[in-house]
């Protein structure tokens, strides 16, 4: 019978050469450093994130609660050090971005990241959701919305994967336990793969942008209808009377447009 410690040693992959923990999980700071050096070098991003706006494309009042929903117990000045971090960080992604250095960034967002507000900032998250639309905008920033109701290829709910010279490429998945990295063939091969999955059964640009206006016109309406506060206005997910509520209906009706348009 094996001993614990052989059970534990067997765990351990037979190659673990170009991949290992990053850091520990309550170590972020430093993490937004390493990230932001790899955004610095990177020539192509793609990022999929099932539950929030990915990093690069957070303003700092989407930031600081994401932030604070992810780590409850930090102190207000490490969740403050952080959001400056990150906000330098979106920055810098932005600067390379718009003088052209960056050859492309694609992004894949779950639906719940469009339609839940993080501790229920509504405010936070339209101002990110205008955010969005801006940068999607742009010819080298792809943005898709996966719809809630489609099964994720790999049962993936984030990861990253840097595209950087001479062909080097970087996967990268945050866990509870801390943040992973591979350069490993077959590790980012798989991560693009799956990526390329994600994306193919993902809104188009044009649909995604179609659908975010339509939540933020939802939430116009909802602050309208009740000017005094309700229970029901502080929901986290919109509430649309009458109105397209889910990515799925707002693809459907994207096409049956487009079919009747002459």
């Not at 494309?57 to 929903?69: D, F, H, R, W």
Request: hydrophobic residues 35%; contains cysteine.
């Amino acid at each position: 019978m094996l001993t614990a410690e052989q059970l534990i040693r067997q765990l351990r992959a037979p190659d673990q050469t170009g991949m290992g923990r990053v850091e520990s999980a309550d170590a972020g700071a430093y993490n937004l450093d390493r990230l932001a050096s790899l955004d610095a070098a990177a020539q192509t991003i793609r990022v999929w994130d099932s539950t929030v706006i990915p990093g690069n494309l957070q303003t700092p009042s989407y930031s600081g609660a994401v932030i604070e929903a992810a780590h409850p117990k930090l102190p207000h000045y490490e969740v403050r050090r952080r959001v400056v971090l990150k906000e330098q960080r979106s920055r810098a992604f932005l600067k390379r971005t718009f003088d052209e250095r960056l050859k492309q960034a694609w992004f894949v967002i779950g639906e719940r990241a469009i339609t839940q507000c993080i501790h229920g900032e509504i405010d936070a998250h339209g101002l990110q959701l205008w955010h969005l639309l801006r940068l999607g905008a742009h010819a080298k920033v792809v943005i898709q919305v996966l719809p809630e109701k489609k099964v994720t290829p790999g049962l993936a709910d984030q990861f990253a994967l840097y595209g950087l010279d001479e062909g080097h490429r970087v996967g990268y998945v945050e866990t509870i336990m801390g943040s992973w990295y591979s350069t490993r063939i077959d590790d980012v091969a798989k991560l693009h793969s799956t990526f390329s999955d994600i994306a193919s059964e993902a809104m188009s640009p044009l649909s995604t942008a179609h659908f975010i206006r339509e939540v933020l016109s939802s939430w116009r309406s909802e602050k309208k209808e009740s000017p005094e506060g309700t229970e029901e206005e502080t929901s986290s997910s919109p509430r649309t009377a009458g109105q397209v509520t889910t990515a799925l209906e707002s693809q459907d009706m994207a096409r049956t447009r487009h079919r009747m348009e002459p």
